[in-house]
């Protein structure tokens, strides 16, 4: 009895040295050596994920989002969030420039006048004269033509004016008793409902017609306002064009300023022909319409002439609108007979321009698609009115010679900068011309 409990703890002993033995080699497997970090249980090596049984189908792996999208809608993609980014900020530069519309249309106006101009103050600082001196004498007397072409045509019409009325009335008679003696079964009471339904819509909008003649006041000031700003900006770009330009290609990065420089030149000669080209023809068409408005006796012969030079300024639209105004002067005046011939000479002369005189005098300079010139003219008259359907067609062609000049600056650089294949002579490119003088002079 007494060697019984020596044997259990001589056994319970053993025992508890097999338990702490299976516990360290189960720590020693499982890789713990105490606590890490004070996390007890914390394992240095991260757990094993079993394979997957040789049975389970193979899965391919799937490929990157980008690579999943085809090539084509790719191209789409990124050309179309450029177009989006593209259209904004045009969209932007639109509401800016309406803001400021009258700015630019003075501008505008004052860069096409100094087109107009300029090569007078170069003939003249080639004479010998000083340029502020050349300056003053050319936008003197151009200011003054335009004032006394101007003065004469409201003298013209304040004194046909008494005359006009009594003529158009006589014409309205004229064209009633035509109307009633034509194939068109015209009845005097139709005739009578027309002119009684006109003179109703005269007097029922009578506060719409004096609201218009007051709002035509404040148009009155504002083109008053443009002329003045107009006038200014022309005496500076015709005295320090040279340095504006330069103060420009500044703001040009430098990467592209040396193609910039090559283009200002050509488009200022595009400008420069397109406008010389424009005022000759203007003048033939004024000219010539008006000789035939006046030997057929339509009266204000000479200030329908000055008309139509206004409106050749906008191409194709200008000639419909200021033809249709001489022939409705010639319908009420002199009759029908009157208005078709009328009507003749302003179809001669307009084919007389389109045929002959705008391709020799303004050439290849300007030569714009008629589909861009009808669209060019819509857009600006939409967007700024007459102001911008006048400045769309030389905004065109000026656009037309700047992009192509750069297209082919762009492949003369990179002509320049590949090399010539092995065992091929290298071909000489011709170096771009030196941008040369600013379009000042």
Do not use: C
Not at 125 to 133: E, I, K, N, Q, Y
Not at 176 to 205: C, M, R
Not at 259 to 282: D, K, Q
């Amino acid at each position: 009895m007494s060697k019984a409990p020596e044997w259990l703890g001589r056994l319970g002993t053993g025992l508890t040295r097999m338990g702490q033995r299976l516990d360290e080699r189960r720590r020693a497997e499982e890789g713990e050596s105490g606590d890490a970090d004070g996390v007890p249980g914390y394992s240095a090596e991260p757990e094993s994920v079993p394979a997957p049984p040789s049975y389970a189908p193979a899965v391919a792996a799937r490929p990157e989002p980008a690579a999943a999208i085809p090539w084509g809608m790719r191209v789409a993609a990124e050309a179309g969030w450029r177009l989006l980014v593209l259209a904004g900020t045009l969209w932007v530069l639109m509401k800016v420039i309406s803001a400021v519309q009258l700015v630019v249309l003075a501008f505008v106006a004052a860069l096409l006048i100094t087109a107009l101009l300029q090569p007078t103050v170069a003939r003249l600082v080639r004479l010998g004269l000083p340029r502020g001196l050349a300056t003053a004498v050319t936008a003197v007397l151009g200011f003054v033509v335009i004032g006394l072409v101007g003065w004469f045509v409201v003298w013209q019409v304040m004194d046909n004016l008494g005359n006009l009325s009594d003529r158009i009335r006589d014409g309205i008679e004229e064209l009633k008793h035509w109307l009633l003696n034509s194939p068109f079964h015209v009845t005097e009471q139709q005739i009578n409902d027309i002119a009684k339904n006109l003179s109703d819509t005269i007097g029922t909008n009578t506060e719409q017609i004096t609201s218009a003649g007051l709002q035509g006041v404040t148009v009155m000031a504002e083109v008053m306002t443009g002329i003045l700003l107009a006038m200014f900006s022309t005496l500076f770009l015709l005295y320090d064009g040279k340095k504006v330009w330069n103060w420009v290609l500044r703001l040009v990065p430098a990467q592209a300023r040396t193609g910039v420089a090559g283009a200002g030149p050509r488009a200022w000669r595009t400008l420069t022909a397109y406008v010389r080209g424009t005022v000759i023809v203007a003048m033939i068409d004024a000219i010539f319409i008006g000789l035939g408005v006046y030997f057929l006796d339509v009266p204000l012969a000479v200030p329908l002439g000055v008309f139509i030079f206004l409106f050749s300024f906008i191409p194709l639209v200008g000639a419909v609108v200021s033809g249709a105004l001489a022939v409705i002067v010639a319908l009420v005046t002199q009759g029908v007979f009157t208005a078709l011939m009328v009507l003749l000479v302003v179809l001669a002369v307009q084919q007389l321009e389109g045929h002959v005189l705008q391709p020799f005098i303004l050439g290849r300079a300007v030569r714009v698609h008629p589909l861009a010139v009808v669209l060019a003219v819509a857009a600006g008259g939409l967007v700024a009115g007459i102001g911008g359907a006048v400045v769309a067609v030389p905004l065109v062609a000026v656009t037309n010679t700047v992009v192509g000049y750069l297209k082919r600056f762009s492949e003369e650089q990179a002509l320049r900068r590949t090399p010539p294949p092995h065992g091929a002579t290298a071909v000489e490119v011709a170096p771009t011309p030196a941008p040369g003088q600013p379009p000042e002079e």
